[in-house]
Structure formats: structure tokens, C-alpha cells
């Protein structure tokens, strides 16, 4: 049985939530009385909940306690996606090495998830199952240092995603289709050239970017 979540949790969970999605927008000031008077609890558990997201990277605390949501700018997200897309590729050789037939039908799942979300234009969602899709393969490497390197991108890459794809893929569906040439290599269990697809995946929203700013 899964261990119910605390109250401090659940108001992290629902302000990185609402961070991701955009409804609290970057550069926004978070006043701890404020919250808690909304969220119908003590200022001590918004102050830990707001902890927990600086952690996350998702908010930062300066001068006389003020916290505020984090601005990540173009540059660094780009590094965010280059230092992720090393990190895959590292992870998915390893991966094709041993992932199994069953294996291989959860990722296909999820790809047919994927372009479900997309045609119904549910953002959100179609992120949760592209980031279980690669979540997955690095867990699959067995490689418990290489995930908690990984796990730390996870939310401000979400966050880009879910605030920006909408914007350079259309249809949303599309998305689904930039995984088949990753699920081409891994079922011929062929890891160089897994390597290679996944790293050209994970970039590609980088020349999106570029073709959109040209036009």
C-alpha cells in the first residue's frame, strides 16, 4: 500500500504543478502568508513546500525571505538539453544491451499515449508520457548514478516543454513520431545507433526553435 502524502507534499506537488504548466508564471512572487491563507494552511508548511522547490530549481529565495519563480533563459535550456541528451545516449546504450521484448511494448505504450495526448491538444499530459518514455530507459540502465543525474533536468525541462512545444509542433501529435527512429534502433538492439537517435530526439527542439525564428 502506497504511503499517503503528507500536507507538505501535497502543496509542493501542486506548486510545481502549477510552476510547469505556466499558471504561476516565471519571475512571479511567492508570499509565503498569502499561500497559506489560499491553500488553508500554516505559513511553516508553505515554507517548507517552498523549500522543497528550490531544491527543484523551480524557485529561488532572495533578500528579506522574498522567493520568487525561477526565469530560466534560451541559453541555459539549451545546456539543460545538450547535457541531457549525453546523458541518454550514455544511458540507452547500456539500456539495449539488456531491455526485454516486454520492455519494449511499455515504451511503444507510451508512444501511442503520446500521440492520444497530442491529438486531444492535452499538453500536459503528452509530457508525462514523453518523460516516463525516457525515464524509463534510464532507469533500465541499471545505473542508480546516471538517474540521479538525470532527475535533477527533469523539471526544467518539463517545464520548457509544456510551455513551449505547443508553439513549434503542430500538430501536437507530431511528437509521438520523433520517438519511432529511437524504437527502430532499440528493437535491433543496435546501442550506436540508439545513441544517435536519441541524442538527435532530444535536440530537435533546437532546430525547431531555429526554423521558427527564421521564418
Known amino acids: 500500500?502506497?504511503?499517503?502524502?503528507?500536507?507538505?507534499?501535497?502543496?509542493?506537488?501542486?506548486?510545481?504543478?502549477?510552476?510547469?504548466?505556466?499558471r504561476i508564471p516565471a519571475s512571479e512572487k511567492l508570499v509565503e502568508l498569502e499561500l497559506a491563507e489560499r491553500m488553508g494552511t500554516s505559513q511553516g508548511t508553505i515554507r517548507e513546500a517552498l523549500q522543497r522547490l528550490e531544491w527543484d530549481g523551480l524557485v529561488e529565495r532572495q533578500a528579506r525571505r522574498a522567493t520568487y519563480v525561477t526565469r530560466v533563459a534560451i541559453d541555459e535550456m539549451y545546456e539543460y538539453f545538450a547535457v541531457r541528451s549525453l546523458i541518454e545516449s550514455f544511458t540507452i546504450r547500456r539500456t539495449v544491451q539488456t531491455i526485454t521484448d516486454a520492455q519494449c511494448q511499455q515504451l511503444e505504450a507510451l508512444i501511442d499515449k503520446i500521440a492520444e495526448a497530442g491529438q486531444q491538444?492535452?499538453?500536459?499530459?503528452?509530457?508525462?508520457h514523453d518523460m516516463r518514455f525516457h525515464q524509463l530507459?534510464?532507469?533500465?540502465?541499471?545505473?542508480?548514478?546516471?538517474?540521479?543525474?538525470?532527475?535533477?533536468?527533469?523539471?526544467?525541462?518539463?517545464?520548457?516543454?509544456?510551455q513551449t512545444y505547443p508553439k513549434l509542433f503542430s500538430p501536437l501529435s507530431e511528437m509521438a513520431e520523433t520517438h519511432r527512429p529511437v524504437m527502430r534502433a532499440i528493437h535491433a538492439r543496435d546501442a550506436e545507433a540508439?545513441?544517435?537517435?536519441?541524442?538527435?530526439?532530444?535536440?530537435?527542439?533546437?532546430?525547431?526553435?531555429?526554423h521558427h525564428q527564421t521564418r
Do not use: T, Y
Request: negative net charge.
Open 137 to 162: 530507459i534510464c532507469e533500465w540502465a541499471n545505473s542508480p548514478v546516471l538517474l540521479r543525474v538525470w532527475v535533477p533536468l527533469f523539471l526544467q525541462v518539463q517545464r520548457f516543454i509544456i
Open 1 to 22: 500500500m502506497a504511503k499517503p502524502r503528507s500536507l507538505v507534499e501535497q502543496i509542493h506537488e501542486q506548486l510545481r504543478a502549477d510552476i510547469i504548466s505556466g
Open 121 to 128: 491538444g492535452d499538453i500536459e499530459a503528452l509530457v508525462q
Open 194 to 210: 540508439a545513441a544517435a537517435a536519441i541524442q538527435e530526439h532530444v535536440m530537435l527542439v533546437w532546430q525547431q526553435i531555429d
